[in-house]
């Protein structure tokens, strides 16, 4: 990941946990809890990729994992938004973006009833029993509704915004590949863009050729 992919998502991540451990998480709604975390962790995912999404949702699963009032075991929600940032990123196409904003939004819905499922399960795998009293049935549901209902506000923003440092012409190299093809199509220099430019270009070479023959003349 380049620095400027890392300090974004560091910064996402950490605004992100803030506000859902100090509002989201104070709103006793019924059932589960609006999980601002896991919508940054797949916009970053659907933009970057699976092994940054994967690298940005274990980052993220640790840091709440240990972020008071945490009570359970470090690591088991790290591995949950690990998991979930991998699989969101595989939805990203090899080359451009994506098209339609269904996507995101089947990707908000399984990540919400994946996560949740799986959050389960590794508590049942080391003694965490909580999801059995709460009935595993509500939370299913109002995780899904909640990050549902909040994703429109978060994964337009985050993408648009993570989208800026992918097409940074000073961190994107694929520049000198068009570079080079120009130099290599024009064959005397690089290739200006706009037609303007390439009037300019033509226009000194055949002074240059007119000087040229100019001088031929003199010296015979």
């Known amino acids: 990941m380049r620095l400027n992919r890392i300090l974004l998502s560091v910064v996402l991540v950490v605004v992100a946990l803030v506000v859902q451990v100090?509002?989201?998480?104070?709103?006793?709604?019924?059932?589960?809890?609006?999980?601002?975390?896991?919508?940054?962790?797949?916009?970053?995912?659907?933009?970057?990729?699976?092994?940054?999404?994967a690298l940005i949702g274990f980052g993220a699963?640790?840091?709440?994992?240990?972020?008071?009032?945490a009570d359970h075991a470090a690591g088991r929600y790290a591995l949950v938004l690990c998991v979930i940032g991998y699989l969101a990123g595989l939805a990203k196409p090899e080359t451009g973006q994506l098209k339609s904003a269904m996507v995101p939004m089947l990707g908000v819905v399984a990540a919400a009833i994946g996560s949740t499922l799986l959050y389960a399960l590794v508590g049942a795998l080391v003694g965490d029993t909580a999801a059995r009293h709460v009935g595993l049935g509500s939370l299913l549901f109002t995780a899904a509704v909640y990050d549902l209902l909040l994703a429109p506000f978060v994964v337009p923003l985050v993408m648009a915004v993570a989208r800026r440092t992918v097409n940074d012409p000073l961190a994107d190299t694929s520049g000198g590949g068009d570079v080079a093809a120009g130099w290599l199509a024009s064959g005397t220099g690089l290739r200006i863009g706009s037609q303007r430019g390439g009037l300019r270009v033509k226009a000194a070479r055949n002074r240059a050729a007119r000087a040229g023959r100019i001088k031929g003349v003199k010296r015979l």
């Open 61 to 69: 699963g640790l840091l709440a994992d240990l972020a008071p009032p």
């Open 22 to 53: 100090s509002v989201l998480a104070r709103l006793q709604l019924p059932g589960a809890v609006p999980d601002l975390l896991l919508l940054v962790v797949l916009s970053l995912a659907f933009v970057y990729g699976h092994v940054s999404g």
